[in-house]
């Protein structure tokens, strides 16, 4: 016979294990991940119904969260497509991973297991891209882009571990082995929004460490960046440096994509002045928009939000993202005090890190509009809160054990 507790366990072993699941196949298969996460989901509820515990606790986020979908139905009822843009909000059934990942007490030695499992999946996929890569001898080709858009959040991760100085020297060698393997796929993908927000991600991480290595760090590519595009304008990176310094260059490499992200502006701009407060409605604007210049949604996740859900769907997002950004603040000043530069202060600080490269990549490609992407960071950012939390738990057994 089942009892209460058989459950519970059970409930445990299926959402850690779909966990991992889930995790491998992140950057492989949708399918599977997909599957593991409604798996995640089941083993959720029956752990915490089981045991009678509440599904869900105050993470100093939801408000933000449910503002932000309550936005999203809203303005879908003032859509051009009303039952698309209804269906639409589906993809942001990931804030259930963030949340869970928040109210359950998973154990510092499972989420530093994770960690070390999302950095092995990365490399094993950007090596396997790269090969892809070399396979294909093509002018044109480049590499898997949504391989570039994992590694800007996975690449600070690395950094942050190469500089915490309790980092043995072996274990050091693999992981700049590891970090040289995903800086090569991520060159390769020739996407300067993965690029620079992989420079914006970095670049926090190394000024927690020191400000002046992040001087030392923008100053030497400021200038290689001129060099290179002063001195091989012609070559496939030059060219594309060129495109950064001067995005509307006729003739540049990537002066029709810059043109693109200009007009997707235009059309921002008119929208908002026929429908400032709701927009056109979510993932309407390709309905909208025809001719050379015609895109499933706009690049820029900032000028998305506004063109489909108006005002009001942009200041709910910008309420989001803060809050966000003040949930990693918090985990870092919390972990700040346990030990500086220890371990999961170091991960707190990495985690925060890709979430502002996951926004900067976001100002020039789809990343939070984007499913497979927003999947992955919400899983980050849960990791985050869960150390949050779990500092917090530790804290009231020590005052209890001391009392």
């Given at each position: ?267 921002a701009v008119s929208i908002l002045k026929k429908d400032p407060l709701t927009g056109i409605g979510p993932e309407a604007y390709k309905f909208v928009v025809t001719g050379r210049h015609k895109h499933m949604r706009i690049s820029m996740d900032h000028v998305h939000i506004l063109a489909t859900a108006g005002l009001i769907g942009f200041v709910t997002y910008i309420w989001l993202i803060f809050g966000f950004v003040q949930r990693c603040l918090k985990t870092e000043q919390t972990e700040r005090k346990k030990g500086a530069f220890g371990l999961y202060h170091i991960l707190s600080i990495c985690l925060f890190a890709a979430f502002i490269g996951f926004l900067v990549c976001g100002s020039f ?39």
């Open positions: 016979m089942l009892t209460m507790p058989t459950i519970e366990r059970f409930g445990d072993i299926l959402f850690k294990s779909s966990l991992v699941v889930f995790v491998v196949f992140t950057p492989i298969s949708i399918a599977i991940t997909e599957g593991a996460f409604w798996l995640v989901l089941i083993g959720y509820a029956v752990n915490k119904l089981s045991g009678r515990k509440p599904l869900f606790c105050a993470t100093g986020i939801g408000k933000p969260i449910i503002a932000f979908i309550a936005a999203l139905v809203f303005t879908s009822f003032f859509s051009i497509k009303p039952l698309y843009s209804l269906s639409s909000i589906g993809s942001f059934r990931f804030f259930l991973l963030y949340y869970m990942l928040a109210n359950y007490e998973l154990k510092r030695d499972f989420i530093r297991k994770l960690v070390v499992l999302i950095i092995l999946m990365t490399v094993i996929w950007s090596l396997y891209e790269t090969f892809e890569y070399f396979q294909i001898q093509t002018k044109s080709h480049r590499l898997n882009i949504y391989t570039a858009h994992i590694n800007v959040l996975v690449i600070p991760i690395l950094v942050g571990l190469l500089i915490m100085e309790q980092v043995e020297k072996k274990r050091k060698a693999f992981l700049l082995l590891f970090l040289f393997i995903l800086s090569m796929a991520s060159f390769l993908s020739l996407s300067r929004a993965a690029w620079v927000g992989t420079f914006a991600g970095v670049t926090l991480v190394l000024f927690y460490r020191s400000w002046k290595i992040v001087l030392f760090l923008v100053l030497g590519m400021v200038t290689a960046a001129f060099i290179i595009a002063s001195y091989y304008p012609d070559s496939a990176i030059g060219g594309l440096i060129s495109s950064i310094i001067h995005p509307f260059q006729r003739g540049g490499v990537r002066f029709g994509t810059n043109i693109e992200r200009l007009q997707m502006m235009k059309d490609e789809p990343m939070f509009f984007s499913t497979r992407r927003l999947r992955f960071m919400m899983f980050l950012l849960g990791i985050n809160e869960c150390l949050f939390r779990t500092s917090i738990y530790e804290k009231e057994n020590t005052e209890e054990n001391y009392a």
